[in-house]
């Protein structure tokens, strides 16, 4: 169920894999999505198993490739519309789905969160916005969790869109496999945390290269893993 994962501080994080799931076709092993065409029946069961090995409710969110941030103090009856949800509550634990997108987990002095970044949102700013909404509520020093999602050399993009992403983030411009115009999202990820004064781990792997993560970016139709964090975990 999960590719990597740690407790520290009574703070759990981990990424899940495809495997102990129920899924299957394109969408084969822990897909998570209920957005991507799988049967619903198999994802409900999939989510099951995840709060199940968590041990509370996990909130997803509605995510919007943007910068809202939305800030939880227990299981909301929706999934908020954002791309980043943060809580100093012990009772729910917080997931972001990506399949190449980066996922985040954050800890801080009672406070996590969890920040789904793909290119808009790394552009939007997304990364500082959390931080400054983590501040607010009194996050202090903060540790970040970098998931794995697609490397720089696997996505290449149009050379107008990797310009505007190095104008917010110049370490993002890269080359891929043959020599094209590639954006690291990553890259630019780690960047704004540690800017904002974060420190940083990233965990290893591209989704398009490990067979065992969701990647849209290499099979198009698939399934979502997730980035999970949750306080009070012993």
Same mark, same amino acid.
């Given at each position: 169920?999960?590719?990597?994962?740690?407790?520290?501080?009574?703070?759990?994080?981990?990424?899940?894999?495809?495997?102990?799931?129920?899924?299957?076709?394109?969408?084969? %092993?822990?897909?998570?999505?209920?957005?991507?065409?799988?049967?619903?029946?198999?994802?409900?069961?999939?989510?099951?198993?995840?709060?199940?090995?968590?041990?509370?409710?996990?909130?997803?969110?509605?995510?919007?490739?943007?910068?809202?941030?939305?800030?939880?103090?227990?299981? *909301?009856?929706?999934?908020?519309?954002?791309?980043?949800?943060?809580?100093?509550?012990?009772? !729910? $634990?917080? $997931?972001?789905?990506?399949?190449?997108?980066?996922?985040?987990?954050?800890?801080?002095?009672? !406070?996590?969160? +969890?920040?789904?970044?793909?290119? *808009?949102?790394?552009?939007?700013?997304?990364?500082?916005?959390?931080?400054?909404?983590? $501040?607010?509520?009194?996050?202090?020093?903060?540790? +970040?969790?970098?998931?794995?999602?697609?490397?720089?050399?696997?996505?290449?993009?149009?050379?107008?869109?990797?310009?505007?992403? $190095?104008?917010?983030?110049?370490?993002?411009?890269? !080359?891929?496999?043959?020599?094209? *115009?590639?954006?690291?999202?990553?890259?630019?990820?780690?960047?704004?945390?540690?800017?904002?004064?974060?420190?940083?781990?990233?965990?290893? %792997?591209?989704?398009?290269?490990?067979?065992?993560?969701?990647?849209?970016?290499?099979? %198009?139709?698939?399934?979502?893993?997730?980035?999970?964090?949750?306080?009070?975990?012993?």
């Amino acid at each position: 169920m999960f590719a990597w994962q740690e407790t520290e501080s009574g703070v759990l994080r981990a990424v899940t894999d495809r495997s102990e799931g129920v899924s299957t076709g394109r969408w084969s %092993g822990l897909n998570l999505g209920l957005h991507v065409d799988d049967d619903e029946a198999a994802v409900r069961e999939n989510r099951r198993r995840l709060q199940e090995r968590v041990g509370r409710p996990v909130v997803y969110m509605d995510q919007c490739h943007g910068a809202e941030v939305a800030v939880i103090d227990g299981e *909301p009856a929706t999934a908020p519309s954002c791309d980043a949800v943060v809580t100093t509550s012990e009772d !729910v $634990a917080l $997931a972001v789905l990506v399949a190449d997108c980066v996922p985040i987990l954050l800890r801080g002095n009672g !406070v996590v969160a +969890a920040v789904h970044a793909g290119r *808009p949102g790394m552009v939007a700013g997304v990364v500082p916005r959390t931080l400054e909404v983590m $501040a607010g509520l009194g996050a202090g020093d903060v540790d +970040a969790v970098v998931g794995p999602s697609v490397c720089g050399r696997c996505y290449e993009v149009p050379a107008a869109m990797r310009d505007d992403a $190095a104008a917010v983030q110049p370490v993002s411009a890269t !080359v891929s496999w043959t020599g094209t *115009p590639a954006i690291d999202v990553a890259a630019g990820v780690v960047a704004q945390l540690r800017d904002g004064g974060a420190s940083v781990r990233w965990v290893p %792997g591209c989704s398009r290269e490990r067979d065992d993560l969701y990647s849209y970016r290499r099979d %198009g139709t698939t399934g979502r893993f997730a980035g999970v964090v949750a306080r009070g975990v012993r």
